[in-house]
């Protein structure tokens, strides 16, 4: 049996998890001196704790080690299973990917009449968990490692995301982030950037506006340029406390496609912290 596996950067939770086919794989968060594992929002009330928390810098990432990997995977395969993980972008990881890359390195020897594969999206948020939901059903419908996997790879370098900001000062807390900031100077500082993980799994800064709602229309525009045929793709909205404006912007594209070809999701606890808050995305599919 094959276990395909999503950490929570991809945005997805829950009940859709399992809908989905999917695992999800640890987490970890300092919260003041605790550690939590976070797999997702329980409710509004929980949601909107995590608003405060990151709003008061008491979150900050914890990368899992190489032996960490290692122990998580190995309870699968010691039960005799196969495992596969979307990654994330492995540029958005603060080791770009070492830790990962060494624990499957170290299990496909441990285990070499098991499969443990690891695949590098090259995307961030709901890119990875669409992507590891599409490779999914390939799979199932003929249990073809080697056939999903082939579709993973027409797959990935395919997604976009583009992201407007409510603040610059957020990003200050952000390891990953924080060099974006000198792009920034004096009256800058008050701008709203716009920015974009390309279909390499990069980031850079698209845009800058005066306001938070302008930022995000321009999301739509964006999608709108640079994706592909509205009509042929879902995509999604993914937001973290900025409810009204992604509503908004999901009213926008419920404008041009059904309800079935557009979601309106939260955007993690770790997605959240590396981007320094209140926050609206756009997924989508790119047409370079």
């Not at 056939?147 to 027409?154: N, T």
């Not at 992201?163 to 060099?179: H, M, Q, R, V, Y």
């Not at 698209?206 to 938070?212: Q, S, V, Y």
């Not at 964006?222 to 999604?236: E, H, L, M």
Request: net charge negative.
């Amino acid at each position: 049996m094959f276990k395909f596996y999503v950490d929570a950067y991809a945005d997805m939770f829950g009940d859709e998890l399992k809908e989905c086919g999917l695992f999800l794989a640890p987490s970890k968060i300092k919260k003041n001196r605790s550690i939590i594992d976070f797999k997702g929002y329980k409710n509004q009330d929980d949601l909107q704790q995590a608003i405060e928390d990151v709003q008061g810098s008491k979150c900050t990432i914890i990368p899992l080690t190489k032996d960490e990997w290692v122990d998580f995977f190995k309870q699968d395969l010691d039960n005799g299973d196969d495992v596969v993980f979307f990654s994330i972008s492995f540029h958005m990881l603060q080791d770009k990917g070492k830790a990962l890359k060494e624990a499957f390195a170290t299990l496909n020897k441990l285990y070499p009449s098991r499969k443990a594969i690891l695949l590098d999206t090259c995307t961030v948020s709901r890119g990875t968990s669409e992507l590891a939901s599409l490779v999914n059903l390939v799979f199932q419908k003929n249990q073809d490692i080697d056939e999903a996997l082939d579709y993973a790879e027409s797959l990935i370098g395919k997604f976009v995301s583009v992201i407007a900001i409510d603040s610059i000062e957020g990003l200050k807390n952000s390891t990953l982030l924080a060099p974006i900031i000198e792009g920034f100077a004096g009256s800058s500082l008050n701008l709203k950037p716009i920015l974009c993980i390309d279909t390499e799994g990069k980031f850079k800064v698209l845009d800058k506006t005066k306001g938070f709602k302008s930022a995000v229309n321009k999301l739509y525009s964006n999608v709108k340029t640079n994706g592909q045929n509205i009509a042929d793709y879902t995509f999604s909205v993914v937001s973290f406390n900025a409810d009204k404006e992604a509503q908004d912007l999901y009213n926008k594209f419920r404008e041009v496609v059904n309800e079935n070809e557009v979601r309106l999701v939260p955007l993690s606890l770790n997605n959240a912290i590396k981007l320094g808050g209140k926050c609206v995305g756009v997924t989508f599919h790119s047409k370079y």
